[in-house]
């Protein structure tokens, strides 16, 4: 069953719809969606279980896509192009995949349609092994976290999930902060976010898959699943970047998508 996603509409234009990875939200993506917004319509979506979407005890890709679906008909959207990073990315391939009528052109950063070995598990432990009631700063959190996360820049990413509890719902003596990420569920159905998008057939339609150079997400060995799912795929490879190329060569991310987007189907 969908639920209706938390969501940021900007710019104006042919709809595009944008989806995070893993741990992230909307925000994530929003130096992309600065950058297209003057062409195009860019709904910046929050997945469930994550930002300021429902929680929910289900998570896969087919019913990730049907939020999106959902999404799309309560906004009155026949058509739309797709951009999804890491997660995202499977979920947009799913949606493609799944509804291929409702997408015009499909954009995917750094993720294969393949399942991918678990690689998260440190993370998920570390998470769900700091006692928020020991919380009363940003930095106790970092601090906890660096115990199983070595990059600051990546303990930062995460600590966007820590919101501070409103403190007339606080109880005295307890949690400052809480998970805005449904950590549970994120960890239960770690196996389902792991496996490939699938469908009934390929899509048919342009799609461009963006490799960051230095990250080992796309291979030469899974063109065969690429191009099978999606027969008329082209590839680039941003230099010098690894998984977070959108953040990391933001303007040259931005505009082989405009590239994409603009040309001729």
């Known amino acids: 069953m969908s639920v209706a996603l938390n969501h940021r509409i900007t710019g104006e234009g042919p709809p595009l719809i944008l989806l995070h990875g893993l741990f992230g939200s909307l925000e994530n993506l929003g130096g992309i969606a600065r950058r297209l917004e003057d062409q195009w319509q860019v709904h910046a979506l929050d997945e469930r279980n994550h930002g300021g979407s429902p929680h929910t005890e289900a998570m896969d890709y087919p019913t990730m896509a049907e939020d999106v679906i959902a999404y799309m008909d309560a906004q009155g959207i026949a058509k739309a192009s797709l951009l999804g990073h890491s997660m995202g990315g499977k979920v947009a391939m799913q949606v493609a995949l799944q509804a291929p009528e409702r997408v015009d052109k499909l954009i995917v950063a750094d993720i294969a349609p393949i399942s991918y070995k678990p690689h998260h598990d440190a993370i998920l432990e570390g998470l769900n092994g700091i006692d928020l009631n020991g919380v009363r700063s940003r930095q106790d959190a970092d601090k906890l976290m660096a115990g199983f996360v070595d990059i600051p820049g990546v303990r930062q990413f995460l600590l966007k999930n820590l919101e501070r509890i409103p403190r007339e719902q606080q109880e005295e003596g307890g949690a400052m902060f809480r998970w805005r990420l449904n ?53 680039r490879i941003i230099q010098d970047t690894g998984h977070w190329l959108h953040a990391e060569k933001a303007d040259t991310f931005a505009a082989l998508c405009v590239r994409f987007l603009s040309a001729d189907s």
Do not use: W
């Not at 389902?192 to 060995?221: C, H, M, W």
């Open 183 to 235: 950590l549970p569920v994120i960890d239960a159905c770690y196996e389902n976010l792991a496996r490939a998008p699938e469908g009934e057939g390929p899509f048919t339609g342009p799609v461009l898959f963006l490799k960051g150079a230095d990250s080992a997400y796309i291979q030469e060995k899974h063109r065969d699943d690429i191009q099978r799912l999606f027969p008329q795929a082209q590839l």
